[in-house]
């Protein structure tokens, strides 16, 4: 039994990235269209000192957003800032630690954040660590649960408001969330999110990229419901050569080395379609998808369950203290 739970998510993980690679080997990466200025707009990119978090930021500092990257590496987030700077770039960046393992973090973020009185126009959820060894967030959550959802899922909640001021019924302000499509072979364990009964590393982090994808959907019914100018998309990069590959194990690490120097996206390539999301024009007011490759995809099935999207909505305010409503 404790074999078939530790096999069973690995060999859903893989397969889910064989026809990733698939796809990619017959079909181009996403060219982003002439997207227009956003002179005036403030993001908030979590993870944007690095990979397709840094190249996002960039992309939309170039725009000319005032990007504030969000990250638990001082000296990486000022390199990140150095550079796009020096790129001269039309817009600015700016470095703050958050530390999505930690809710108290979390928090201080926001407080620091609305401080300030700026509006928030764009916030990419990007943020993330995957298959790690066994470990927990300072609140004592599984870490692919806790950080790579549940902190993402206190950030944008406690961020909501200043999200809702700031859009407009003509210019929205949106929110995007990066998924993957591991999230096909992950399974809700509803009455186990912390993965406490057998830990799998392949497991907790397709859990966790999918519980990030009935949020979206959730979130979207919510801010429709309440007529807010807002909009939640979750994007889907494929597979894309960073650092995240760093915790594959070493036969796994070979392998890849060599297919991902073929089949593999860029950073850049892999931020495309979470740009197109955050600045595109033809995403004006649109809300609820899943964004593979540019294109609105189907998710799995059992995303598009209200119950199960209410349910882990539900459970997921009362593990991060926040009231449902």
């Not at 943020?127 to 806790?146: Q, S």
């Not at 909009?231 to 890849?256: F, H, I, R």
């Amino acid at each position: 039994m404790w074999l078939l739970s530790v096999l069973l998510p690995l060999v859903r993980l893989y397969l889910c990235g064989v026809k990733v690679l698939l796809y990619q080997l017959f079909n181009r990466s996403f060219t982003l269209p002439v997207l227009p200025k956003q002179n005036g707009r403030v993001a908030i990119v979590t993870g944007g000192a690095r990979g397709m978090g840094f190249e996002t930021a960039r992309h939309l500092a170039s725009l000319g957003m005032h990007v504030v990257i969000a990250g638990n590496e001082e000296d990486e987030g000022l390199a990140a800032v150095k550079k796009i700077h020096e790129e001269g770039s039309d817009g600015k960046a700016e470095f703050v630690f958050l530390d999505l393992a930690s809710l108290k973090s979390v928090r201080l973020f926001v407080q620091k954040f609305k401080a300030r009185g700026l509006p928030l126009h764009v916030l990419v959820n990007n943020a993330g660590i995957m298959l790690v060894p066994e470990r927990k967030t300072a609140d004592g959550f599984e870490l692919h649960f806790g950080l790579n959802y549940l902190g993402h899922f206190l950030l944008t909640n406690l961020l909501l408001d200043t999200l809702k001021k700031s859009g407009t019924q003509g210019r929205c302000a949106r929110i995007v969330t990066m998924s993957s499509a591991t999230h096909y072979g992950g399974v809700l364990h509803m009455d186990d999110l912390q993965s406490r009964a057998c830990y799998s590393s392949h497991g907790a982090y397709s859990q966790s990229k999918l519980a990030l994808v009935f949020f979206t959907y959730y979130l979207q019914e919510r801010l429709t419901a309440g007529g807010f100018p807002v909009t939640a998309n979750a994007v889907d990069p494929g597979m894309v050569d960073t650092a995240l590959y760093d915790n594959l194990c070493s036969p796994a690490q070979a392998a890849k080395k060599p297919v991902a120097k073929l089949l593999f996206r860029t950073p850049a390539e892999g931020a495309s379609t979470a740009v197109y999301a955050a600045a595109a024009s033809e995403m004006e007011g649109v809300g609820g998808w899943y964004l593979y490759n540019g294109q609105k995809t189907q998710s799995a099935d059992v995303t598009y369950n209200t119950d199960i999207q209410a349910k882990l909505w539900k459970q997921s305010c009362k593990l991060v203290g926040l009231q449902e409503a």
